[in-house]
Structures are given as C-alpha cells and as structure tokens.
C-alpha cells in the first residue's frame, strides 16, 4: 500500500490508495526512464539525487521506455527517474554493488493520490543503520511505497486539530496541546471562549511559535490523536510511520 506521511519533528503519517496504478503491456510504451549519474569520474551521488558538488549541473541519461531489461552501469548510487503522462514523476534511488545485478521495479500513482505536499517513496530495499559512533551495524531492510510529508506538520496545522477537538471537547484539547513536558503547563494560550492561540513576545518564552514553524512540545500519544483527527477529516488512514520507513525517507537506499 501507498503511505502517506505528514511530517512532524521525527513523525510522520500515512494513507493508502484503493488501487496503486500499474503498468500493464498497453501502458509499457508510454514510459520513460532517465537515470541521473555524477558528471565526474570519482564524484558520487547522494542517495537523494543531490549531488555532493551542487554546483554542477546534473547529468542525465535516456535510458529507454520501461522496461529496461538490462543497463550496465559502474557501482555507485543513481537516481533513476520514471516518468508516464497522467503520474506523478517517480524519483528512485538506486544502490549498485560491485559485480552486482539489480532489479527495481515502480508503481505510479497519480497527483491526487499523493496529495499536494507529500512525495512518494517507492518501496524495495534500503540500507538502515551503519552510524560507526553509534556501534549500528548496517542491515538491508525492505518497505512497502509510502509517501511522506515533504516538510514536518506546522503549528497552524496542529492549531487546527487542537482548536477543532476543543470546540466539542474542551478538555481533550487541553490533553494535546503543547506543554512542559516535564513540569506542566501550557505553551499555548487557551482564550475564555476556548480558542487556542500561538503565544507571541515574552509569553512565546524562549521558542518560535509562528504559524510555518513545526510544532513542537508534543509526545507519541499526540502525534497519534493528531493522525486519528486527520483520518477522520480526510477519509483515508493516516498514522505514524515505521522506523524503517522514516529512516528510507531521510537517507534513500545507501
């Protein structure tokens, strides 16, 4: 299924698509791949498609329509990109080992099953862990597609769900809101009428509150009531993301 993943902080949420679209042999000829690789010898990609010398202008390869049944290309990180009229463009990092074969295939979905604002991740094996410091040693890994939020959950859209739970519930609004996480309190300021507002000057004490900033101050038990609130006004399941699948989302696949 097709996750769709709204960002905040470390969190993210998801829905899935009645019928992911696929290619079936009518539609094989209408779909072009590119494979985007580093303009120098010895320069390597980012598993993201971005280029560890950005001011160089990425390179790009026409490969063929899908499928392409076989590319010889030199070990190293692509992106490759697949694109069909009617879908949105598929962006696919792709991982080659020494001597090794790889096959990816991808499922394209059109804009509104997206949705405005998110960016799909197509599912197939990645590479988690591997940080030295930490002692973790890197093991392949595999997820389904998902699509996740490009930017994290802001406080007007948190403001939102608070402020509409409160007008049927006051105390549940005051559950969720942002507060001291250690000492109580409230970061936020509830009016008499029980309308949520950002805190602005010495009330904001020392954190930005404005409107585009991501919400901060809240724990797992609030992400989830703010994905349960977001299901319910969407009409698709939304919830947080694996571990594996934030991880994917934040590295790619290398």
């Not at 549940?172 to 250690?182: I, M, N």
């Amino acid at each position: 299924k097709l996750s769709r993943s709204c960002l905040y902080t470390r969190r993210v949420c998801v829905f899935a698509p009645k019928r992911p679209k696929t290619l079936d042999n009518s539609e094989t000829s209408a779909v072009q791949i590119r494979v985007a690789y580093p303009r120098n010898a010895g320069e390597v990609a980012t598993a993201a498609g971005w280029y560890l010398r950005p001011s160089v202008r990425d390179k790009e390869a026409y490969v063929g329509k899908a499928p392409v049944v076989k590319l010889a290309a030199p070990m190293g990180s692509y992106l490759a990109i697949v694109r069909k009229k009617g879908y949105r463009d598929v962006r696919c990092p792709v991982s080659v080992g020494r001597n090794a074969d790889v096959a990816q295939s991808v499922k394209l979905y059109r804009e509104e099953e997206i949705g405005e604002g998110f960016v799909y991740v197509p599912g197939g094996p990645f590479i988690s862990g591997g940080d030295p410091t930490l002692r973790m040693e890197p093991k392949v890994r595999e997820v389904g597609d998902f699509a996740i939020g490009r930017y994290p959950v802001t406080c007007a859209e948190y403001l939102e769900f608070i402020n509409d739970v409160g007008s049927r519930d006051r105390e549940e609004a005051r559950k969720h809101a942002p507060r001291w996480q250690d000492v109580g309190g409230f970061h936020w300021i509830e009016g008499d009428d029980g309308v949520w507002r950002l805190p602005e000057g010495k009330d904001a004490y020392k954190l930005v509150w404005t409107p585009d900033q991501p919400v901060v101050e809240v724990n797992w038990f609030d992400a989830n009531a703010y994905c349960a609130w977001r299901s319910e006004r969407e009409g698709r399941k939304v919830e947080l993301p694996s571990e594996w699948a934030w991880e994917k989302a934040a590295r790619g696949v290398d």
